[in-house]
């Protein structure tokens, strides 16, 4: 996996410390002035990741079809290319750490693995508002989030989101999600036939990690805990949105 920049030129980009409050941001440039925005805690920021804290209940924007509903409920190509509006939602379920790497193509988020469930449906569950909160367990069941590389900004980090993920379970257990969302995308025209390509071959970079084992599955972040002193942070005061399901 190749970095954005050298190494020495990421060593000296401003660093946020354990406990401060970031915005994590996905721009869509099918639907351009709508967010999916996360406030989040940084647990770790330096020139090789950043580990940030998304904790349940967190309120977020996202986004919705223009009549409210959930991008979920439109068929086909239409789930992309169908009219949105801004939503306000809360990250429901347990919280998940999610590890940002320079020049990476992919985020990988750790949800806790609960006795009988696999990632794919804890993921799911959360993704869809639907989860329940359970007792603290190992995050060591992993959702693999292709993207953009990520960007810096002064309150946050910016990425676009890629449509196809693929879900590890804690023994290592790998399978795409998402190849059908990633066919109606493109027929959509979010994204061209090279593009889908190159969100492939991220794909399969990414499955090249997840079968060395490398950083950051091989991170002591299954066994993360956040500080109970830490403040839930929020959006910004002049986030709007035009429906509320929060």
């Known amino acids: 996996m190749s970095g954005a920049g050298s190494q020495d030129e990421r060593a000296d980009e401003p660093r946020w410390r354990y406990g401060d409050q970031i915005l994590w941001t996905y721009t869509n440039p ?12 940084v647990i770790a920021d330096d020139e090789n990741h ?3 804290w998304l904790e349940s209940g967190t309120r977020m924007l996202h986004h919705v079809l223009a009549d409210g509903s959930g991008i979920r409920t439109a068929d086909g190509p239409a789930r992309f290319g169908a009219p949105r509006a801004q939503g306000l939602k809360r990250w429901q379920g347990p919280g998940i750490v999610a590890v940002f790497q320079p020049g990476a193509a992919y985020s990988v988020w750790f949800f806790e693995n609960r006795e ?5 449906a804890a993921s799911s569950e959360t993704a869809s508002s639907e989860a329940s909160s359970s007792t603290s367990a190992r995050r060591d069941s992993f959702y693999v989030n292709l993207e953009e ?5 002064d309150r946050g980090i910016l990425t676009s989101d890629h449509v196809l993920d693929v879900v590890v379970d ?4 790998y399978r795409l999600k998402d190849e059908d969302e990633l ?3 493109r027929e959509a025209g979010m994204f061209s036939d090279e593009k889908v390509a190159r969100i492939r071959a991220a794909a399969d970079a990414a499955i090249d990690d997840i079968r060395a084992w490398a950083f950051p599955f091989d991170s002591d972040y299954p066994g993360f805990q956040p500080d ?6 929020d959006l910004p005061a002049e986030a709007t949105w035009d429906f509320d399901a929060s």
């Open 30 to 41: 099918a639907h351009p002035g709508l967010y999916d925005q996360r406030p989040v805690t």
């Open 50 to 52: 950043l580990a940030v």
């Open 116 to 120: 009988g469930q696999t990632t794919e």
């Open 149 to 153: 590389p990520f960007t810096r900004f």
């Open 170 to 173: 804690s023994d290592g257990t």
């Open 183 to 185: 066919e109606f995308a």
């Open 228 to 233: 109970p002193d830490w403040p839930m942070p």
